[in-house]
Structures are given as structure tokens and as C-alpha cells.
């Protein structure tokens, strides 16, 4: 299984950006999606979390971000708005499927002030 995440960049704060992240090679079809960042120095945090019929974020993003997932393409989405400069760090998706879990390679949200 590949995950292929983009749609990171630089963006000033208040500005947007949506991260997208496709699941390639699997006969099945992902269960829970989420997506995690890790900003430098810190721990990796999870972010938001979509399983098949709910969502659920962090308290830092609700009500900013909003995830979902098209089953179809077996993709994973983070709409990010009103970015504030503490959201700056590497995104990372991450998929459960069949019992095993896979990580995208990250991609890098910088968000200046």
C-alpha cells in the first residue's frame, strides 16, 4: 500500500490550504483516516480522524479544519482554514486497512505570521 500526500506550501496567516492524501494498492478499502503533524521539536500529534461514518479533531483545529474522505478513490482530505502560525509543522496521513496501518510521507505546512 502508497499513500501520496500533497498540497502543503507556505501560506500567511488566516490563509488556507487543503492537503490531500490517496491510497494506492490495496484490495481493500481503508477503515479509519487520519491525519497527524509533527511540528520541529514537538511530539507528532493526531489532528483529525475519519472513519467511515464520523470525524473527530483536536482541540487546536476544530472548528478550522475539517477532514473527509471520498471512499471512491480511497482519499483522504484536510481543508485547512484560518492558519495560524502554530500550525506550522509536517503533515502526515495515515490509514488503517485490514488490520495493518500505513503513513504518508509527509508534507510541510509553514504558515508565517
Known amino acids: 500500500v502508497q499513500l501520496q500526500a500533497s498540497g502543503g506550501g507556505l501560506v500567511q496567516a488566516g490563509g488556507s490550504l487543503r492537503l490531500s492524501c490517496a491510497a494506492s494498492g490495496s484490495l481493500f478499502s481503508p477503515n479509519t483516516m487520519n491525519w497527524y503533524r509533527q511540528a520541529p521539536g514537538k511530539q507528532r500529534e493526531l489532528v483529525a480522524t475519519?472513519?467511515?461514518?464520523?470525524?473527530n479533531y483536536a482541540a487546536s483545529v476544530t472548528g478550522r479544519f475539517t477532514i473527509s474522505r471520498d471512499n471512491a478513490k480511497n482519499t483522504v482530505y484536510l481543508q485547512m482554514n484560518s492558519l495560524k502560525p502554530e500550525d506550522t509543522a509536517v503533515y502526515y496521513c495515515?490509514?488503517?486497512?485490514?488490520?495493518?496501518?500505513?503513513w504518508g510521507q509527509g508534507t510541510q505546512v509553514t504558515v508565517s505570521s
Open positions: 475519519a472513519t467511515r461514518g464520523s470525524t
Open positions: 495515515h490509514v488503517s486497512i485490514a488490520n495493518r496501518v500505513y
